[in-house]
């Protein structure tokens, strides 16, 4: 019987939970309405994404 074994990297979790929530406060402070808001959480939520592509068209890679 095999056994199966997770690894889980906390420290990136808790890297990308601090990222989400100073991103979160970042964007809904800059927004001027409700909805500007909650479109500032959704940019929060994906911040990492954003960072990747422009650092990869940035260094002219694809």
């Given at each position: 019987?095999?056994?199966?074994?997770?690894?889980?990297?906390?420290?990136a979790?808790?890297?990308?939970?601090?990222?989400?929530?100073?991103?979160?406060?970042?964007?809904?402070?800059?927004?001027?309405?409700?909805?500007?808001g909650?479109?500032?959480?959704?940019?929060?939520?994906?911040?990492?994404?954003?960072?990747?592509?422009?650092?990869?068209?940035?260094?002219?890679?694809?």
């Amino acid at each position: 019987m095999k056994q199966k074994i997770s690894e889980c990297n906390s420290t990136a979790s808790a890297v990308y939970g601090l990222g989400l929530i100073g991103a979160a406060i970042y964007f809904i402070a800059k927004a001027t309405g409700f909805w500007m808001g909650v479109l500032g959480f959704l940019k929060a939520i994906i911040w990492p994404v954003l960072l990747v592509y422009h650092a990869l068209k940035y260094l002219g890679v694809g």
